[in-house]
C-alpha cells in the first residue's frame, strides 16, 4: 500500500468513528470526494460551484444550464443570476443523488440585509428543487444569520422551508436563530479561530481553539434556551 493509500485509509477509519458520535456533512463541490466520504448531508455555497465548473469534469453541468436558460427572455443582471440559481440547484440536485440525507443551497450574499430579498430567493430556490422532483424536505436554505436573516428564516421555517444559518460567529447569534426555530446553525469555527490568531499573533488548538470555545458555550445554552429550537444544531 502506497503512503498515499496508508493516509486515505486512516482518515477513513477516523471518518467511521466520527460518524459514531455525529452526523457528517460534506461542506464541497466535488462529488468524488463525496462519494469516497460518504457523509450523510452536503452542503456547498456559490465559490465552491463557481471553482467546481472551471473543472473539467464538472463544466458540462454549466454548459447544461446555459443552453437551457438562454431562451429565458431575461437579460444583464437578471439573466446572470437566473442562469447561478439553476446552477446551484443542479448541483445540489446531483449531490441528493448520493447524499442519503438532505443538502444545504446557499441563498445570495446581497440578501444578507433584504428579508423580502432572502425570502423570495429561498422560496424561488425551493420552488426550482421541486420542479425537479426534489421534495422541500430534503433541502436547506443558507441564510446568513444577520438580524435580517434570521427574521427571513423565522417565516420560511413556518412556510416549511427549513433553514441553515451561515456565517454564525456568536452566541447572540445562536440564541435568536433557536428562538428563530431554524433548522440547524453553522458555527464558522475556522473563521472564529482565523481572526483570533491573526488578532492575538498565536496559534491555538484542542480546548484553548477559540472556535471550539465559542461552540461550547453555544452548547452550554442548549438546555435553557434551545430546547425550544425545533430543529438541530
Not at 140 to 157: D, F, N, P, R, V
Amino acid at each position: 500500500m502506497s503512503i498515499a493509500d496508508q493516509k486515505t485509509a486512516a482518515q477513513l477509519d477516523q471518518l467511521e468513528q466520527i460518524k459514531k458520535f455525529t452526523t457528517v456533512v460534506a461542506d464541497t463541490a466535488d462529488f468524488e470526494s463525496i462519494r469516497q466520504f460518504k457523509p450523510q448531508d452536503a452542503t456547498t455555497n456559490p465559490s465552491l460551484v463557481y471553482a467546481a465548473t472551471q473543472k473539467d469534469n464538472y463544466s458540462h453541468f454549466l454548459e447544461e444550464i446555459l443552453a437551457k436558460r438562454c431562451n429565458s427572455g431575461l437579460c444583464g443582471a437578471a439573466q446572470l443570476e437566473d442562469i447561478i440559481d439553476h446552477l446551484l440547484v443542479r448541483f445540489g440536485s446531483a449531490m441528493l443523488e448520493i447524499v442519503p440525507g438532505r443538502v444545504s443551497t446557499e441563498t445570495d450574499v446581497r440578501y444578507s440585509f433584504d428579508v423580502e430579498g432572502s425570502i423570495r430567493k429561498a422560496r424561488l430556490l425551493i420552488k426550482l428543487y421541486e420542479e425537479l422532483g426534489i421534495e422541500r424536505v430534503r433541502v436547506h436554505i443558507k441564510i446568513a444569520s444577520t438580524w435580517e436573516g434570521i427574521m427571513a428564516a423565522e417565516q420560511l421555517q413556518k412556510e416549511g422551508i427549513k433553514c441553515n444559518m451561515t456565517l454564525l460567529f456568536s452566541l447572540p447569534q445562536a440564541v435568536r436563530a433557536a428562538e428563530a426555530k431554524v433548522q440547524l446553525i453553522s458555527p464558522f469555527v475556522g473563521r472564529i479561530y482565523d481572526w483570533f490568531k491573526a488578532a492575538n499573533k498565536r496559534d491555538s488548538s484542542g480546548a484553548e481553539d477559540p472556535g471550539v470555545q465559542s461552540v461550547r458555550e453555544i452548547l452550554s445554552c442548549s438546555d435553557l434556551t434551545f430546547a425550544r429550537a425545533s430543529g438541530r444544531l
